[in-house]
């Protein structure tokens, strides 16, 4: 079979006589993909939960079973968080971390959560310090505990007093570790697979999380265009569009040849599911331990943090990588700016060119 010749961006990918649609069918001189509408729902069938209410239902069962002061306002607080629209998984962590810290005043003889103090918090934090908690994991904690804290001090269980001063946890500000590209060079070498190779140079060009990639579907791909549209993300909540390279486009179309075509999911499993994170990762790890770079520590999630350093020192703005990225607040997508500041290294050696000449005269 001979594969098509990518062109470069600018000019479009010409498949021959025939264009690929996005379940894997040939059209002739059309590129365009049309999708039988879905049929409505009729207005005699009857309502069937959702999985975020069954969610609700089982995580409100949860909470009856519990022992600890001030589940009513728990129970209270987690409607009030699907009602928010809240992502199941932020719904489930401020569960977790709410219902540890009703287990720490309860071991305390505690039991009222409107008379709670600052100093019932700053106990909790001690605790969770002296069992070894990490700075990370017990920020997170707080930040949900003193969410639960607001609700209830508007809900007027509890005054307002205890939130005007804060604890805050300093956390320590780590560089995102990219590949180097020796590396990255010796990874690619290593893949035999059509599908998985697509997937990671996917993964490297477009600077996708691995769960929004994993849950990409075929009509959230145009080959013509080289984009992906995430309509929202698990994480975030927004959507972008993301892009592709021309190599990640030969890459997917070699994949997209090979697929069973009537899937949904553009990475599928044996049945018509999304590959799973786990099973990404042990296939990437697979082809790390073949290059002999088991040493180095590379994961899944460094291909978006390369991705990101690339940019970077190719030239590209950090307000438009923080769009590419998801990013909500540019601070995050600055680390990437400090691990790879080449106008920074530029006037550093140009200086120390200067004083070491200096020293020579």
């Not at 005007?164 to 570790?177: C, S």
């Not at 590209?181 to 060009?205: H, N, P, S, T, Y």
């Not at 030969?250 to 994170?277: E, T, V």
Request: net charge positive.
């Amino acid at each position: 079979m001979q594969y098509p010749q990518f062109l470069k961006r600018s000019q479009r990918v010409d498949f021959g006589s025939h264009s690929l649609n996005f379940q894997g069918h040939f059209l002739c001189d059309n590129p365009k993909t049309t999708f039988p509408p879905a049929s409505p729902r009729s207005q005699c069938e009857p309502h069937l939960p959702n999985k975020r209410e069954q969610y609700r239902t089982r995580l409100i069962e949860e909470i009856s079973i519990l022992r600890v002061p001030g589940k009513d306002h728990l129970k209270r607080y987690i409607v009030h968080k699907f009602r928010n629209n809240c992502k199941p998984n932020t719904i489930r962590v401020a569960f977790t971390n709410v219902v540890k810290f009703l287990k720490f005043i309860q071991s305390c003889s505690h039991s009222q959560l409107e008379t709670l103090r600052r100093c019932d918090i700053e106990a909790f934090v001690e605790f969770e310090q002296h069992r070894g908690m990490s700075a990370t994991t017990l920020s997170t904690r707080l930040v949900s505990l003193y969410a639960f804290l607001r609700f209830l001090a508007d809900e007027g269980v509890m005054s307002p007093e205890l939130l005007k001063r804060k604890i805050h946890i300093k956390l320590p500000i780590k560089l995102p570790k990219s590949i180097e590209v020796d590396d990255e060079d010796r990874i690619l070498a290593q893949i035999d697979k059509v599908r998985d190779r697509a997937m990671i140079l996917l993964l490297l060009r477009t600077g996708m999380r691995i769960g929004e990639l994993l849950k990409t579907k075929m009509q959230d791909i145009s080959l013509e265009e080289q984009i992906i549209r995430i309509y929202e993300s698990e994480k975030t909540g927004t959507g972008r569009v993301v892009y592709f390279s021309n190599d990640a486009a030969k890459a997917l179309y070699h994949w997209l040849m090979k697929r069973d075509y009537w899937k949904k999911h553009l990475f599928h499993g044996p049945r018509d599911k999304a590959i799973s994170y786990e099973a990404a990762r042990t296939i990437f790890k697979k082809y790390v331990d073949k290059a002999g770079l088991s040493h180095k520590g590379i994961t899944l999630h460094c291909l978006r943090h390369t991705y990101a350093t690339r940019l970077l020192n190719a030239g590209m703005r950090i307000e438009v990588l923080r769009d590419l990225l998801g990013h909500h607040n540019l601070e995050q997508t600055r680390r990437y700016a400090n691990l790879t500041d080449n106008t920074r290294k530029a006037q550093y050696f140009k200086t120390m060119a200067i004083i070491e000449g200096s020293k020579n005269k």
